[in-house]
């Protein structure tokens, strides 16, 4: 794995290096965007860790699915802990649909997750697409990830992305814009 020094990926050069990533993305050499996800999604936490067993990943499962920014940790929205005073650690879920039209067809559709602490485990319309792994609150070089979901998408139809987050450390949750976005063919795949 490619790791950069943490001052040089939070500091003015690394969020210029991080902007032109995307842009390659959603409109240049690496691809173009199919969906900018919404910044409010569906939320729930998890503290008994009930939801796998509960198929919370299913389409339209389960209940008590509350609204949420992505782009602020959850502590920052009230996510708390009143006992002791420190943000809520553990398992958390969040729910958000898209559509990727016909157009798109034939190419490798690929989700781009902003930003995710600690840990993740994705689904697309019901089906696992991928697990993120762990990484220390500190690695901001590993915030980001990218998966292929080509698979799991239905085209011209409304598809459900749903993300379990384990967060061990504060700073919890998703914190950064997704997006859906079509490879081009010629595209070198990205480097973690």
Request: charged letters at 25%; one cysteine or more; proline letters at 6%.
């Amino acid at each position: 794995p490619r790791q950069r020094d943490q001052d040089g990926d939070a500091g003015a050069r690394g969020k210029l290096r991080q902007y032109r990533a995307k842009q390659e993305m959603i409109a240049g050499p690496r691809g173009d965007l199919v969906a900018a996800l919404p910044v409010t999604w569906s939320f729930r936490t998890d503290p008994d860790n009930d939801g796998l067993v509960a198929g919370w990943f299913d389409p339209g499962a389960g209940s008590g699915w509350k609204p949420i920014d992505t782009t602020r940790c959850w502590e920052a929205q009230g996510y708390q802990d009143d006992t002791t005073l420190r943000g809520y650690n553990g398992l958390a879920w969040y729910r958000t649909s898209f559509t990727v039209p016909a157009s798109f067809k034939g190419r490798r559709i690929r989700l781009f997750i902003g930003g995710i602490n600690n840990q993740g485990w994705c689904w697309v319309n019901g089906a696992i697409a991928d697990q993120i792994p762990h990484h220390a609150g500190y690695m901001r070089w590993r915030y980001h990830h990218e998966i292929d979901i080509t698979d799991q998408v239905r085209f011209d139809a409304p598809n459900e992305l749903t993300i379990r987050v384990l967060n061990d450390d504060s700073f919890g949750g998703l914190f950064r814009r997704s997006f859906v976005y079509a490879a081009r063919p010629d595209a070198t795949p990205p480097q973690e």
